[in-house]
Structure formats: C-alpha cells, structure tokens
C-alpha cells in the first residue's frame, strides 16, 4: 500500500515537471533562446522518449505534449532557424528515440517533422539516426 501510494506521488510530481516544461517551450520564440532550451533539455529527455513503458498513461500523453511544443517552437521559431547538419547533431539523439517511439502520435509527429525539416535536404546523418531512418524509408515503400 505504501508502495503504491509513494508511485502515485512520484507520477504527479512528473506530471506536474513535465507540465512546467511543456509550458516553458510553448512560450520560447526567439531562434536563440529556442536552441539554448533545446540544446539543455535534448539529453535529459531521451531516456523518456526511449523507454516504452510509462509510469502512467498520462506520461505518454504529456511527452507527446511536450514533443509537440518543441517541434512548434523550432518551426515557428522567429528568426527562423535553418535546419542544418549542426541542429541535427543537437536534435539526433531526441529524434532518433522519437521516430521510433512505440506511442504513434509521438512518432508520427516525429516523422511529419523529418519530412517538413530535413527529409529533402543533403546532409550526412548522424550516425545514432541511421537504423530509424532505415526503419521508416523500408516503411514508406
């Protein structure tokens, strides 16, 4: 009993972090400040895309909450940010593990974004995006 209600105090303090950063990137809009908060948060959220069995199933909706808000931002981003070689350096590892995201909607926004960003341009890829660039040029066949 102890147990599960020290689990469900853990599950409403990540609920309400993620909640924080979810509003704290919905209301970056300068290119600069953007590639600060992306470049701080990219690393630490990695390991909560990878893992494939949340804590709760609001976790997956506030990662996809989340994952929604970075990806605005780096579209809306004013002045606009050029997606080169060198932001997906940053963005590689985040992306790796959402593009191949067991939760759809994190993975097919992924993938809308590849296509709208860096899917038609001529870049060396990083090699950790590899296998999950495979993975989704096998599927567009």
């Known amino acids: 009993m102890i147990l599960k209600i020290n689990q469900q105090c853990g599950v409403a303090m990540i609920d309400r972090v993620f909640d924080a950063v979810i509003r704290l990137v919905g209301n970056v809009c300068l290119k600069q400040d953007i590639l600060m908060v992306l470049e701080v948060i990219s690393k630490p959220l990695v390991p909560w895309f990878s893992y494939c069995h949340p804590v709760s199933s609001s976790v997956n909706h506030l990662l996809y909450c989340l994952w929604e808000n970075i990806l605005g931002c780096l579209q809306r981003s004013n002045p606009a940010i050029i997606f080169n070689a060198s932001l ?11 593009l191949d995201h067991p939760h759809p909607p994190i993975s097919n926004a992924a993938i809308e974004f590849w296509k709208a960003t860096y899917g038609k341009k001529h870049l060396e890829y990083p090699e950790c995006l590899l296998p999950a660039l495979a993975k989704l040029s096998r599927s567009a066949i």
């Open 88 to 98: 997906l350096r940053v963005q590689a590892p985040l992306l790796q593990a959402a």
